[in-house]
């Protein structure tokens, strides 16, 4: 059964860069058509689509943060990759990875709190 | 600010019904597919509904979907403590060119 765990340091500094790691476990990335994404939500707050790449390497970012945001894959380590630049305090969030066969999330990681003081 | 417009909260006694609507505009719920999510608090997100009504494996027929217009729909019989979550619907926006999710509601149990 695949499996999507979020891996990363838990505090970031003002103005330094966000970057988290999701690994696949159980499965293969190339296998299918699948989208593997970034989602965050802000303590007490509704879900955020961050963006999505494709396993070929192709990738697509929310609008609102395509200026600070790559994320990137490598399928022989069967993980993909955020990063997120010049973080302010409200990029404080837990950040999810998922993985999108369609325009739908079916597998979640866990989450991981990412917070920037102010 | 998000879209898609959810109640804040439904509530309902046990073994009873609550509706979950989600309003949205031609330019997202009126061009594709929605889909549902049940987030039981300090969890991750699960999926409930995709494709305006379909269910994955393992998810129970008590949930249920619907679309017309520019509006979805989840309605949940036969409610159960295990129920208490925030739903999350969500959708692509064509104007917005981006992934789009709701409000969120809260479902009490009473």
């Known amino acids: 059964q695949v499996q999507l765990q979020e891996s990363g340091p838990g505090l970031v500094m003002p103005s330094q860069t966000l970057s988290l790691t999701c690994t696949v476990s159980?499965?293969?990335?190339?296998?299918?058509?699948?989208?593997w994404s970034w989602i965050r939500q802000h303590p007490g707050k509704g879900l955020e689509w961050i963006g999505y790449?494709?396993?070929?390497?192709?990738?697509y970012y929310n609008p609102s943060l395509e200026s600070r945001v790559t994320i990137s894959v490598d399928t022989s380590k069967k993980q993909f990759y955020l990063r997120l630049t010049s973080v302010t305090a409200a990029d404080t969030a837990v950040y999810y990875c998922?993985?999108?066969?369609?325009?739908?999330?079916?597998?979640w990681g866990r989450g991981t709190l990412v917070t920037v003081p102010s | 600010q998000s879209v898609l417009t959810q109640p804040p909260s439904v509530s309902a006694a046990p073994g009873q019904k609550v509706t979950i609507s989600c309003s949205g505009s031609s330019s997202n719920i009126g061009e594709n597919y929605v889909s549902w999510y049940q987030q039981i608090p300090g969890t991750a997100p699960k999926l409930l509904i995709y494709d305006n009504s379909e269910r994955p494996s393992g998810i129970p027929d008590r949930f249920s979907g619907s679309k017309s217009g520019t509006s979805a729909t989840l309605d949940i019989t036969g409610l159960q403590s295990g129920d208490e979550a925030d739903y999350y619907c969500a959708t692509w926006d064509v104007s917005l060119n981006t992934g789009v999710f709701g409000t969120g509601t809260e479902v009490t149990v009473l």
């Open positions: 998922a993985r999108r066969p369609n325009w739908y999330f079916d597998l």
């Open positions: 790449v494709y396993h070929r390497g192709s990738a």
């Open positions: 159980g499965g293969s990335m190339t296998t299918g058509y699948y989208y």
